[in-house]
C-alpha cells in the first residue's frame, strides 16, 4: 500500500468517520449499520467508489466500497497515515446563541479548524442549557460537528465542552471587548460574549482583552472571525 497525501482526501466521493478499534492495519474496514445505509441509500455510492476514513484522533487512510451482495463494505487502499500533533491548539469559548444559528456555529468552527469548543454561561447570557438537557444537547452538536467533519475532510474531532460559567473560565482567555488590543499570533484561547457584551465582573477575571473592529457582531460572527483569524496564524 502507498502512503497518501492529504490533498488526495478531497477528491474522495465522501468522508467516513470509524471507530478507532475498527481502524487498523488490516485491509477490511467494517461500517455501522447507519453508516452502510448512509453511503448505500443517501449518497448511493457503488462498488469501487473511493473514500477518506478516519478515527477523529488523527489517524486515516483512503478506502474503496465493495458490495457484498447488496451490502456497502470498505477495503482500505492506502497505509494508515497518522497525523502529527499540531503546534498550537485553538480554543474558542462563546456564549451561545439563539436558535439554530448555535448549530450553525458549531458547523463552521469545525469546517475552519477550531480544535475545542467552549460554550458559555455569561452573565448577560440569553440561552442557558437546563442542567437535565445538556447530555442530548451535547450529543446533538456533537453530530452536527461530525457532519462537518466529514464534509470538510478533517481527521480530528471538534471537541466540545458543556456550558461553562465564563466568570470561573475567563481566566484563561483572551475575550473580544471594544477597546481592547489587535489579535496576534500567540492568542491560541479566544472568549466571545453575548450579544448584551461581558460584565465588569467577567472583564475583571479575563486575561486580556482584543477588539474584532468598530462594528457590533452577532456572537456567531464574532466566533468566525476569531476562528479564522486564529487559524491563519498558523499558515
Not at 28 to 33: F, V
Not at 92 to 103: E, H, Q, Y
Amino acid at each position: 500500500m502507498v502512503s497518501p497525501d492529504r490533498s488526495e482526501l478531497r477528491s474522495t466521493s465522501t468522508h467516513v468517520l470509524v471507530d478507532g478499534e475498527l481502524l487498523g492495519d488490516s485491509g477490511a474496514i467494517s461500517l455501522d449499520d447507519d453508516t452502510e445505509h448512509h453511503l448505500r441509500r443517501v449518497l448511493r455510492l457503488r462498488d469501487g467508489d473511493v473514500v477518506g476514513v478516519t478515527d477523529g484522533a488523527g489517524r486515516w487512510c483512503l478506502a474503496v466500497t465493495v458490495d457484498n451482495g447488496g451490502v456497502l463494505a470498505l477495503e482500505a487502499t492506502s497505509e494508515l497515515v497518522i497525523e502529527p500533533a499540531r503546534s498550537r491548539t485553538i480554543t474558542v469559548a462563546s456564549a451561545m446563541p439563539k436558535g439554530d444559528r448555535l448549530d450553525w456555529m458549531v458547523q463552521k468552527v469545525t469546517e475552519l479548524g477550531v480544535d475545542r469548543l467552549v460554550l458559555l454561561h455569561a452573565d448577560r447570557s440569553v440561552v442557558r442549557w437546563k442542567p437535565d438537557r445538556v447530555d442530548h444537547q451535547l450529543a446533538r452538536l456533537q453530530r452536527i460537528a461530525d457532519e462537518a467533519l466529514r464534509q470538510s475532510r478533517r481527521v480530528v474531532r471538534l471537541r466540545i465542552d458543556p456550558p461553562r460559567t465564563a466568570v470561573e473560565v475567563l481566566d484563561a482567555f483572551v475575550v473580544t471587548e471594544p477597546g481592547g488590543r489587535a489579535l496576534v499570533s500567540t492568542d491560541t484561547a479566544v472568549a466571545i460574549g453575548p450579544e448584551g457584551g461581558w460584565s465588569p465582573a467577567e472583564l475583571a477575571v479575563a486575561r486580556d482583552r482584543v477588539d474584532l473592529g468598530p462594528t457590533i457582531l452577532r456572537t456567531e460572527t464574532a466566533t468566525m472571525a476569531v476562528s479564522t483569524l486564529c487559524v491563519t496564524f498558523e499558515r
